[in-house]
């Protein structure tokens, strides 16, 4: 059906309803009305009765006194005495007429004449003609309404014929005796019985259409004149009806005086021949027809406020239709657009990889141009791992199935991590870098480490990425009160010189593969996702994300999270008392530490300058108040760190330790310093317990010098068994083991994985590298089944999963059936060895 | 356009819903008229009379509940009207109006009727008696106006417009011009081109074409009219012309007297015979003309037929006809009456141009104001110059002067006297 088609489909069927409503309203109303009318016609017959009751009780009364007048043989003035003596009504009168004269007496005197009883009928037609008046008893004689000649009002009389005697003569007359009773009078007494029929009017007519009784709404001299004056007639067609009212008993329709139409029932009166009662009444009055125009005015209304809402409704959807239409036309522009940049961008790499590959195929044996091509091709693999990672996780945010994966971390390591994963570009780019901590008391959260890695790294990184070098990136965290129960609140800033963002990109900044168009930023890896990846992150730990940015000044990105605070901390941490000096050019970094040593228990004094530093520790040594340990900045204006540290050890001797504090990595300056007589190393930002752990280290026994980073002899002779079922995975794995010493052995999946284990003697492996998906039995059915090994050795055995599953969710799973670690492919020897160290140091302790 | 078609459809929508409301009242009551009393008054009003039926009234009374509803107004017909009057004004049932005549003015019988009546000039009443024709309102000799007319009686003769005008004639506005038509009618087959009612003298058409040339003759005789009045027979000979043209019509045979014989009454018969629609023109007064309206739809051959009809003066003269403007039915305000403040108010909503003209119309009785062309039957009367119109009140002719011309008239329109004998029989005639 046409779209267009709907508004007039709605109409019809709404006129259709309402004509519904409407006839059978009217239907209802008719029926009701029907009813009503036939309520009013019984109500007219019950009238009849009443009427016919009291004219039969009048009429007696007349017959009485005429009988006994005609008994008696009594003249005009005995018969008037007697029936003033038993008359007992006031207002009513009884006139005695001699037929031949038209004259007689009243039994009530005018009123301008009190002694005068006479009364004339001559000039009144109603007794011109007296064979209406019927013999006593044998029917009702009254006569139509008129006017009394004796006092003007109007009246009716019930009638007998009597015999009256000459006074004089004693001849007997005939006489008409009528007993006359006022019309006001009657029409009191004479209402209809029904209250709601009180506007109802009753006329009494006779054959002619004439009242003998009238109701105030009935007009005219007779009836059939007022009908015709207030209805449509044609010629002779009312005779049909008046005949019809004169002899039966029903009802019918006509126009009052005031054009309103009325109902009009109507019976004949059985004791007065001839005549016909009629009730008249307005049929408004029936009040039939409210209650229907109400329904009828109620169900328009609803279908009109239906018809509205609903064309709302469907306008409404209409544009949602319409927007929906446009974001999935948008959709899939963006799926192309995304295509498209994701075969830019995974080729980049690739055509790096596969390209540098083949020259280094081709220059074997030119070791430098063969090791510039590795190094080439392993940042081209790093980039194209971040982009996967990227999209793998933009894909999940995209469809709702990010979770997180809460589970207890230490925010030092995390801090360590970053700092660490940033050094080398920090290094590279010669950018000035600090990280500050403030007062980070709850070292163990409860949270997402991965996701909230992920956040603080891809901001840092950024920050980096897009600052020239020569340029300063500042990290500050700091821990505050939350408002959440059992929680703190951790600041996250991090603040750049770099190049800036312009407005227009900040408003789109977190939409997916969103890059500022800048020369600047061309030259720039990256994949677009990382904040809008960022940003999902943050909102789905109901945390925040801020940024203010200004083109070539620089951004600062403020990320605020609300993190549990984990069951598990530190136990107390404090030093014994000593004197600590601490030396930095960095206001902010030396007032952090001087507060974090305090609370560590030992008085820490504090320098600015590489000189001043020297010249406390100078009078410190004269006094013989040595300062047992000194934590000195590297890089500081004027007197660097390892200046530093050779004039104190000329000056000051070896009885001080000396800790080397960095935020960049020392692998360059680890000769010089070691020379220079540095004790160790510690790394910005300066944790408490980071500080504690090394201040405790140095000040053992005697003195430690610096432990070599590159000593892998702890490693040697570790044997791992390695689930893997994909041949090469195994070669590079085992490759990568076997260059620190350590043994691995292969099980192609994890049914024989399981089953070199039943059968392992207890030492034969250190632990298990864990593939997951693998043929026959995967990963995590075998790390149950290792579980549940009856040899205790064999059951606890660590298990490291080693597996492309890198979501967080897939990390749960792992520890979920028992293994203790998770190395994402591909691997990272780094992270293989640190992994294998952590596992060992567990199993020491 | 799918928002054009969407507005108009919601619109006839809304249209066919406001069919569902109620019919708005056509007509509000009197505009002019402003409510002096509270408009919750409840009362009743009575107005008697000698009419059987009164829808004109009626019709008032009507409209004026629209503004007191709660005012009971009713029309009662009084039996022997003229002789009952006293006792009931006297009675228990007074009526708050009454219909009064101005030959009471002169009967000592209704001295005490008299009494009753209220000044209705009394400027504290506020009656608009300026509405009325100065001619028609009968004042005391101390300036009261005891009786206010709301109709008026006058003599004519209604014509049926479309048999003059299929027989390609006018209507004749002189006496020669009467003649000929009556002759061009006759020569067309119209056996009787002019009709009226022969059957008694009360009502006869013969009073209709005399009593409007013996009023003209008495009042270019002043002198005559008291010998008139007194009946003294000397005043006879004023008689002659109105007699004479009465005998003309007769001779010459414009009228038929054996045809008009056939017509049983002066009113119901007398229309229903112009009905017929065989009948140029149908000699009656104004009190006949006033059952037209009804008739109409009661007459076959009108319903049939329908045809165009006026009522206009009958050319006796070279100058014309006569418009003799007296009264018809006046009311008078009971004095003594229950709720006479609202009495008073009736009188003051009806006595207006408005009121007195749509009764008039209703009743199509001439009206009393000086408006005549509302209705198109009365409307020749309008044209009427003022020389023509007299009003026999104004001019001081009494009640006995119409029993002497009507008898007179009608005895020798029948043939039964000649107009000498009528002429010396003046002062005679019961």
């Known amino acids: ?845 | 356009m799918k928002k054009l078609i969407c507005i108009i459809l919601t619109l006839c929508t809304l249209f066919l819903l406001t069919a569902c409301s109620s019919k708005q009242p056509e007509e509000s009551p009197a505009a002019g008229f402003k409510p002096s009393l509270s408009k919750d008054t409840s009362c009743k009003i009575t107005v008697a009379g000698s009419y059987d039926n009164f829808e004109a009234l009626e019709a008032e009374f009507d409209k004026f509940n629209e503004i007191y509803p709660n005012v009971r107004l009713s029309y009662v017909k009084l039996d022997d009207y003229n002789n009952v009057l006293g006792t009931v004004l006297e009675g228990n049932d007074k009526p708050n109006i009454f219909f009064s005549y101005t030959w009471m003015t002169v009967n000592e019988q209704y001295h005490s009727v008299f009494e009753q009546m209220e000044d209705l000039s009394d400027s504290a009443l506020k009656l608009n008696l300026d509405c009325i024709r100065p001619g028609l309102l009968n004042r005391d000799a101390q300036g009261h106006v005891r009786m206010v007319p709301v109709f008026s009686r006058t003599y004519g003769m209604l014509v049926n417009k479309a048999l003059f005008e299929k027989e390609g004639l006018s209507v004749p506005t002189t006496q020669s011009e009467l003649m000929a038509v009556c002759e061009a009618f006759r020569s067309k087959g119209y056996a009787s081109p002019m009709m009226g009612y022969s059957l008694k003298s009360s009502g006869c058409f013969m009073n209709t074409i005399a009593y409007p040339l013996f009023v003209a003759t008495l009042a270019k005789n002043p002198e005559a009219l008291t010998l008139a009045n007194n009946l003294d027979p000397a005043a006879g000979e004023y008689m002659r012309p109105a007699l004479e043209a009465v005998e003309k019509l007769v001779g010459q045979g414009c009228i038929d007297i054996g045809e008009c014989d056939k017509i049983e009454d002066n009113y119901t018969k007398v229309i229903l015979r112009f009905f017929e629609g065989d009948v140029p023109m149908m000699i009656c007064t104004g009190d006949t003309v006033s059952g037209t309206k009804k008739r109409e739809s009661q007459s076959e051959a009108f319903t049939k037929s329908p045809f165009e009809y006026a009522f206009t003066p009958i050319a006796l003269t070279e100058e014309g006809g006569y418009f003799i403007d007296s009264p018809s039915v006046q009311f008078s305000v009971n004095k003594s009456c229950d709720n006479l403040e609202m009495t008073n108010e009736f009188m003051r909503f009806l006595i207006t141009n408005e009121e007195l003209n749509k009764m008039a119309s209703v009743k199509r009785l001439v009206t009393p104001t000086k408006d005549l062309s509302f209705d198109s039957v009365y409307a020749p009367f309008g044209q009427v110059p003022s020389e023509r119109t007299m009003s026999p009140e104004v001019l001081g002719i009494k009640d006995p002067i119409s029993v002497q011309i009507r008898n007179a008239a009608f005895q020798v329109g029948k043939g039964e006297i000649t107009v000498d004998e009528a002429v010396k029989r003046y002062g005679t005639f019961e």
């Open chain 1, 1 to 845: 059906m046409k779209k267009s088609w709907v508004i007039p489909v709605n109409v019809v069927i709404m006129t259709a309803m309402l004509i519904f409503v409407v006839l059978y309203s009217r239907y209802e109303s008719r029926i009701t009305t029907e009813r009503q009318i036939e309520h009013f016609e019984n109500t007219a017959i019950t009238m009849e009765h009443v009427t016919e009751n009291y004219l039969e009780g009048e009429q007696r009364i007349c017959d009485v006194w005429a009988r006994y007048i005609n008994s008696r043989g009594m003249t005009i003035e005995e018969a008037i005495d007697f029936i003033r003596v038993s008359h007992v009504l006031q207002k009513a009168s009884v006139h005695i007429v001699y037929l031949d004269t038209l004259s007689g007496l009243s039994t009530r005197p005018r009123h301008n004449a009190p002694d005068d009883y006479t009364v004339s009928y001559e000039r009144m037609d109603i007794l011109n003609d007296v064979r209406w008046i019927h013999e006593i008893g044998e029917a009702i004689n009254i006569s139509r309404a008129y006017t009394n000649p004796v006092n003007g009002e109007q009246s009716i009389s019930f009638c007998n014929s009597i015999m009256v005697h000459d006074s004089q003569t004693g001849k007997p007359c005939k006489a008409v005796l009528l007993r006359v009773l006022p019309l006001s009078e009657l029409e009191q007494k004479w209402v209809f019985p029904q209250e709601e029929f009180k506007n109802a009017e009753l006329s009494i007519i006779d054959a002619d259409g004439y009242y003998i009784i009238k109701g105030h709404s009935f007009k005219n001299s007779s009836f059939f004149e007022f009908y015709r004056s207030y209805n449509e007639t044609g010629p002779g067609s009312p005779q049909e009806i008046f005949t019809n009212i004169t002899t039966s008993t029903g009802s019918m329709t006509m126009f009052n005086s005031r054009g309103e139409k009325c109902i009009l029932a109507f019976t004949p009166v059985t004791a007065a021949g001839g005549w016909s009662l009629l009730s008249l009444m307005p049929m408004k009055d029936l009040n039939v027809k409210s209650e229907n125009w109400l329904l009828i005015g109620f169900v328009s209304a609803g279908l009109l406020i239906l018809f509205v809402f609903d064309l709302a409704v469907m306008l409404y959807f209409n544009k949602r239709l319409q927007a929906a239409a446009v974001e999935a036309e948008a959709a899939n522009r963006a799926k192309t657009d995304f295509l498209s940049t994701m075969s830019h961008d995974i080729r980049t790499p690739m055509n790096a990889i596969i390209g540098l590959t083949t020259i280094a195929e081709k220059n074997l044996g030119d070791v430098e141009s063969v090791g510039d091509n590795l190094r080439k091709i392993t940042m081209a693999s790093n980039h194209l791992l971040t982009l996967i990672n990227d999209i793998l996780d933009i894909s999940k945010v995209e469809s709702g199935k990010l979770n997180l994966s809460p589970l207890t971390f230490s925010i030092v390591e995390t801090v360590e991590n970053l700092v660490n994963l940033s050094q080398p570009m920090v290094k590279e780019k010669n950018i000035e870098f600090n990280f500050r901590i403030s007062r980070i008391d709850k070292e163990y959260l409860y949270a997402d480490q991965l996701r909230l890695n992920q956040v603080y790294i891809n901001i840092l990184s950024n920050a980096i990425k897009y600052t020239e070098p020569g340029g300063r990136v500042s990290v500050d965290m700091r821990e505050e009160e939350s408002k959440k129960p059992g929680c703190v609140r951790l600041t996250y800033v991090v603040s750049d010189t770099g190049i800036g963002m312009s407005p227009e990109f900040m408003a789109t900044m977190y939409q997916p593969f969103s890059r500022q168009t800048d020369s600047r930023v061309n030259s720039i890896q990256g994949t677009g996702l990382g904040l809008a990846i960022t940003k999902q992150m943050v909102d789905l730990m109901d945390g925040t994300i801020d940024c203010q940015s200004e083109q070539g000044k620089g951004t600062t990105f403020t990320v605020i999270l609300d993190l549990p605070i984990a069951d598990r901390q530190r136990e107390d941490m404090t030093l014994e008392p000593m004197d600590v000096l601490v030396v930095d050019d960095d206001e902010i970094l030396l007032q952090t530490a001087v507060d974090t040593l305090e609370s560590l228990g030992v008085t820490a004094d504090r320098a600015g300058s590489g000189r001043a530093a020297l010249d406390m520790i100078k009078r410190r040594h004269d006094s013989g108040k040595d300062y047992r340990v000194v934590i000195l900045d590297w890089k500081m204006p004027d007197l660097d760190g390892i200046e530093t540290i050779r004039r104190i050890r000329a000056e000051a001797g070896s009885g001080t330790a000396i800790l080397l504090v960095s935020a960049y990595d020392w692998s360059d300056i680890e000769d010089k310093a070691k020379e220079a007589g540095a004790n160790g190393f510690v790394g910005k930002p300066l944790f408490r317990s980071k500080l504690y752990d090394k201040i405790n280290s140095i000040l053992g026994p005697e003195i430690k010098s610096v432990e070599p980073e590159n000593d892998y002899s702890d490693l040697q002779g570790l044997k791992i068994l390695i689930a893997e079922d994909n041949d090469i995975n195994w070669e590079i794995i085992s490759a990568m083991l076997g260059m620190f010493g350590i043994t691995a052995e292969r099980a192609e999946n994890g049914r024989i994985c399981v089953e070199k284990m039943k059968q392992a003697e207890k030492g034969d492996y250190t632990l298990i590298f864990m593939d997951i998906q693998m043929p026959e039995m995967n990963g995590l059915e075998a790390t149950r089944n290792i579980r549940q090994l009856e040899d205790p050795w064999a059951s606890s055995i660590p298990i490291i999963a080693m597996t492309a599953d890198a979501f967080s969710e897939n990390v749960t799973e792992c520890m979920n059936a028992g293994m203790n670690g998770h190395i994402a492919k591909p691997i990272d020897i780094k992270l293989v060895i640190k992994e294998i160290r952590r596992i060992k140091e567990n199993e020491k302790s």
